[in-house]
Nanobody
């Protein structure tokens, strides 16, 4: 059973930074496709970033240059570092994993591509 547990989040001032973590069990992050998503109040779930087994990364235009997805194979953990945060970044953030491709994914993956999800953590960006 693949399980994802997120930590981090909370309240951040506009212009600030924060880093989310996603501990994965039941699968090796070195051999999966993984991604980060968010859902803002009243909005649809938005794909933010994806990473493959080769550490190739893909980003949505809304976060390109501000957010960084990464992984630590030794800790079996995914990360999303978020910089230059804006109030519009306020949302619940989710990590997700797909194991069926053995880590071979080469574009920004959408929600339907992922089977396993974290519980979500809230990030609130204040003015």
């Amino acid at each position: 059973q693949v399980k994802l547990v997120e930590t981090g989040g909370g309240s951040v001032q506009a212009g600030g930074s924060t880093k989310l973590s996603c501990k994965v069990s039941g699968a090796a992050v070195s051999n999966i496709c993984a991604g980060w998503f968010r859902r803002a109040p009243g909005e649809e779930r938005e794909a933010l970033a994806s990473i493959n087994k080769y550490d190739d990364t893909y980003y949505a235009g809304s976060v390109q240059g501000r957010f960084t997805i990464s992984k630590d194979n030794a800790k079996n953990t995914l990360y999303l570092e978020m910089n230059s945060l804006e109030p519009e970044d306020t949302a619940i953030y989710y990590c997700a994993a797909a194991v069926s491709w053995s880590g071979h994914c080469y574009e920004l993956q959408q929600a339907a591509d992922f089977r396993y999800w974290g519980q979500g953590v809230k990030v609130t960006v204040g003015i």
